[in-house]
């Protein structure tokens, strides 16, 4: 069985920071595209980072771009991603989904991925 388990969030103070970290396993995700999306209350889901499947590349939001990064683990497989300068807004229930031979920058404007994660909330008090 396919999962991915998504973790370390919580509630942090304006400027502090979290690493969230999301655990693949059920099969071998070394030709997907891993990253992670963000739904805040009453709002879409949106992108905020992704690796592409080569492993090489990486994208991300124009939000998040100088206070996020994502990293990648191949065995075991996972994908984490380091919130630095955390803002009110970044307050959301964060997502980490998988998409088979996908690059990182169509990670960010596909909106059917072949996996995801049930999410962890991270809540960022002002």
């Known amino acids: 069985q396919v999962q991915l388990v998504e973790s370390g969030g919580g509630l942090v103070q304006a400027g502090g920071s979290l690493r969230l970290s999301c655990a693949a396993s059920?099969?071998?995700?070394?030709?997907?595209?891993m990253g992670w999306f963000r739904q805040a209350p009453g709002k879409e889901r949106e992108f905020v980072a992704a690796?592409?499947?080569?492993?090489?590349?990486?994208y991300y939001t124009d939000s998040v771009k100088g206070r996020f990064t994502i990293s990648r683990d191949n065995a075991p497989s996972a994908v984490h991603l380091q919130m630095n300068s955390l803002k009110p807004e970044d307050t959301a229930v964060y997502y980490c989904a998988a998409r088979r031979l996908t690059t990182a920058q169509a990670m960010g404007v596909m909106k059917d991925m072949d996996y995801w994660g049930k999410g962890t909330l991270v809540t960022v008090s002002s």
């Open positions: 690796f592409g499947w080569s492993g090489s590349s990486t």
């Open positions: 059920g099969r071998t995700f070394s030709s997907y595209a």
